[in-house]
């Protein structure tokens, strides 16, 4: 891998992107990771790129899990990486959606 061609930092999507998409998962024992996606992971830290993950999370606004509830599901992708020798750099998330019924 050439390292001068690599960038600072990647923006990853969670779902569909990393993981499978589960459709507004809320229990960290559902996580199924995407083939390849963790051994990527650790190529890219140990290449010094910073891996910062972006997701939507609609269930919050809609009252089908807490803020918590995604967390916990960001805690367990980061330990799932650090045992395989990666990093993720930070996580970001949307709780929000127009038709949301919980405010956040």
């Known amino acids: 891998m050439n390292i001068s061609?690599?960038?600072?930092?990647?923006?990853c999507d969670?779902?569909?992107?990393?993981?499978?998409?589960?459709?507004?998962?809320?229990?960290?024992?559902?996580i199924r990771w995407i083939d390849?996606?963790?051994?990527?992971?650790?190529?890219?830290h140990q290449a010094?790129?910073?891996?910062?993950?972006?997701t939507n999370q609609s269930g919050v606004a809609r009252d089908y899990?807490?803020?918590?509830?995604v967390e916990t599901i960001h805690?367990?992708?980061q330990t799932d990486v650090r045992e395989m020798g990666g990093?993720?750099?930070d996580?970001?998330?949307?709780?929000h959606h127009p038709d949301g019924t919980h405010p956040v």
């Open 5 to 11: 061609a690599l960038p600072q930092a990647i923006l």
């Open 14 to 30: 969670r779902d569909g992107t990393l993981i499978e998409d589960e459709h507004f998962l809320n229990d960290p024992r559902k």
């Open 36 to 44: 390849g996606v963790k051994a990527l992971l650790k190529t890219f």
């Open 48 to 54: 010094g790129v910073k891996i910062l993950v972006i």
């Open 65 to 69: 899990f807490g803020t918590e509830t």
């Open 75 to 77: 805690d367990q992708l």
């Open 87 to 89: 990093e993720i750099t």
């Open 91 to 95: 996580f970001y998330y949307c709780p």
